[in-house]
C-alpha cells in the first residue's frame, strides 16, 4: 500500500450518495492540497476538485458544484468526497492525490 489510499467506493443507485475517504499513511497529510479525480475506461483523469491545506479554500469541477463536497480532516490525516445525487454518468475510478502521490483508486458505479 502506498502513502495515500482511498476507501468509501461501491454501488449506488441513481439519487443516491456516498462518501469516498483518502487516508495518508502520516501526519504530513495537513502539509499538502488534497484534490480528487475520476477516470473513465479510456480516458484522462479528470480533476473534480481541491481543497487547501486548512480548508479554508475548496475549488470544484462545474459538472460536480453543488452536488460533491470536498473535506478534510488533518487530525485523522483523511480528506472525503461527498457525493450526492449520483447519476449514471458518475460510474467512473475515483483517485485521491496530494503531492504527486495517488491513491490506488476506488470504483464507484451508479446504476438501479
Known amino acids: 500500500q502506498g502513502w495515500l489510499a482511498e476507501s468509501g467506493g461501491g454501488l449506488v443507485q441513481p439519487g443516491g450518495s456516498l462518501r469516498l475517504s483518502c487516508t495518508a499513511s502520516d501526519a504530513s497529510f495537513s502539509q499538502y492540497v488534497l484534490r480528487w479525480f475520476r477516470q473513465y475506461p479510456a480516458q484522462e483523469r479528470e480533476w473534480l476538485g481541491e481543497?487547501?491545506?486548512?480548508?479554508?479554500?475548496?475549488y470544484y469541477r462545474d459538472s460536480v458544484k453543488g452536488r460533491f463536497i470536498i473535506s478534510r480532516d488533518n487530525a485523522k490525516n483523511t480528506g472525503y468526497l461527498q457525493m450526492n445525487d449520483l447519476s449514471p454518468g458518475d460510474t467512473a475510478v475515483y483517485y485521491c492525490?496530494?503531492?504527486?502521490?495517488w491513491g490506488q483508486g476506488t470504483q464507484v458505479t451508479v446504476s438501479s
Open positions: 481543497i487547501f491545506q486548512d480548508s479554508d479554500q475548496t
Open positions: 492525490s496530494m503531492n504527486n502521490y
